[in-house]
T-cell receptor, first 111, second 116 residues
């Protein structure tokens, strides 16, 4: 059974820092890995989707990498801003095409 | 494109009553929709997979007679919480997967259910 772990569970940083959020998964036979953002009391916003054949995806200040062999993905946030404050979730989708979610990293970027 | 809506966004009901939550894919067809439950500061827990025109597949430990799922069309799935109890209070999120393509899921904004 797939298990997804996210480290750290919480992070508080000053504005402007470059951040790395980590996601690890136990079963490397994944179809894709997706990163989401969730604001308090809201649904999920998809940030980046990396197919199993890809190594990374970029969108603006966000870059996500995928290393299937080691069961890891990282989300890199450049020049963090207070508006980036949210919970970031990763989800690994395997052969059943049903994603398994991590518990998320709660990020606070203070001015 | 790929917008998923949920209705209602918030609902308060009394113990013993039933509540229906709708999940719609607004600009695409979704043969498969998913229903999740999220407790405070916890991750999403998959409750069931809903396939258009067939019975839903429930995850272990989820009571199918309590959480009724209907996926009557390619753009609509409903979750009915029957005989609700306070412990059913939670944040319910649906997602829809576009037919074909990358199997990317698109999530709705969630429904906050409070049972008093």
């Amino acid at each position: 059974k797939q298990e997804v772990t996210q480290i750290p569970a919480a992070l508080s940083v000053p504005e402007g820092e470059n951040l790395v959020l980590n996601c690890s998964f136990t079963d490397s036979a994944i179809y894709n890995l997706q990163w989401f953002r969730q604001d308090p009391g809201k649904g999920l916003t998809s940030l980046l989707l990396i197919q199993s054949s890809q190594r990374e995806q970029t969108s603006g200040r966000l870059n996500a990498s995928l290393d299937k062999s080691s069961g890891r993905s990282t989300l890199y946030i450049a020049a963090s801003q207070p508006g980036d404050s949210a919970t970031y979730l990763c989800a690994a989708q395997g052969g059943s095409y049903i994603p398994t979610f991590g518990r998320g990293t709660s990020l606070i970027v203070h001015p | 494109g790929a917008v998923v809506s949920q209705h209602p966004s918030r609902v308060i009901c009394k113990s013993g009553t039933s509540v229906k939550i709708e999940c719609r894919s607004l600009d695409f067809q979704a043969t498969t929709m998913f229903w999740y439950r999220q407790f405070p500061k916890q991750s999403l827990m998959l409750m069931a997979t809903s396939n258009e025109g067939s019975k839903a597949t429930y995850e272990q430990g989820v009571e199918k007679d309590k959480f009724l799922i209907n996926h009557a069309s390619l753009t609509l799935s409903t979750l009915t919480v029957t005989s609700a109890h306070p412990e059913d209070s939670s944040f319910y999120i649906c997602s829809a997967r576009r037919s074909g393509g990358s199997y990317e899921q698109y999530f709705g904004p969630g429904t906050r259910l409070t049972v008093t």
